[in-house]
């Protein structure tokens, strides 16, 4: 059968739209793929970055309901000496634990003494040596020790009775340079024991020329400063403070485990 020219034409023009009604495979993929936009790329990318830096210690502490120090004055200074072995133990036992956790009343009450402070020497700040002292690390510390368990509670709180930093309501820290977070000279560093680290021997450790008239004068604004935000100091540390008693923090606060 001979096929007219017509029928060419008929055949030509359907193969033709045959081929514009379907689209590549490749095209067909491609709108397949689901988009994702820069927010979400963003987004993504910071909730990695923040989960990098929250280890399984400080993440008990966030649950506990404990605040960061530094989120309530962010112009202060933190170094942990417990994650560090620059301390009377010589123990790293926070690991990678670097921010500072208190109770929220307790962060309240920092910052009240943190702008008393700004008030009267704007060129301070606090730099915050310890806050909270979770159950578990203070358990290490008591079994690392070495001292009878008659005196132990003359170093450190026993772990089954709990010191007020296991409930995040103390805190250690001294005065520094606003500019460079250098520490002010306080007579003796941080978790000395001695009589010239002791608040309420001061007066004999001047006449023994043990710590000078500027150490005093320091440590008298630190307690001065503290004082206004409610906090309490002890006899044998300058650089402790107390926010309750441990009467009230146990009945207001659980032991952070």
Request: with cysteine.
């Amino acid at each position: 059968m001979k096929i007219r020219n017509v029928d060419y034409l008929v055949i030509a023009l359907f193969l033709v739209l045959a081929c514009e009604s379907k689209a590549p495979e490749s095209d067909v993929l491609e709108f397949e793929k689901p988009v994702q936009s820069d927010e979400s790329i963003q987004e993504e990318e910071i909730i990695l970055v923040e989960d990098e830096f929250i280890g399984e210690l400080e993440q008990r502490l966030i649950d506990a309901g404990l605040v960061d120090v530094a989120t309530v004055i962010p112009d202060i200074y933190v170094d942990l000496k417990y994650s560090t072995t620059d301390n009377f133990f010589g123990k790293d036992v926070y690991g990678d634990l670097t921010r500072c956790y208190v109770q929220p009343i307790v962060a309240e009450m920092l910052l009240k003494s943190h702008q008393k402070l700004k008030e009267e020497h704007p060129e301070l700040t606090f730099l915050v040596y310890d806050g909270v002292r979770p159950q578990s690390v203070q358990q290490i510390l008591w079994d690392n020790l070495d001292k009878p368990d008659s005196i132990k509670p003359l170093y450190v709180a026993n772990p089954q009775v709990g010191g007020l930093h296991n409930f995040g309501v103390a805190v250690d820290l001294t005065l520094a340079d606003q500019e460079t977070g250098e520490a002010l000279d306080m007579g003796t560093g941080y978790d000395y024991f001695g009589y010239p680290a002791y608040p309420d021997r001061e007066g004999q450790m001047l006449k023994e020329g043990k710590i000078t008239k500027e150490h005093i004068s320091n440590r008298e604004i630190l307690r001065k400063v503290m004082k206004h935000g409610g906090f309490s100091g002890i006899g044998s540390e300058w650089w402790h403070f107390n926010a309750f008693s441990r009467k009230a923090a146990a009945e207001k606060f659980g032991m952070v485990k």
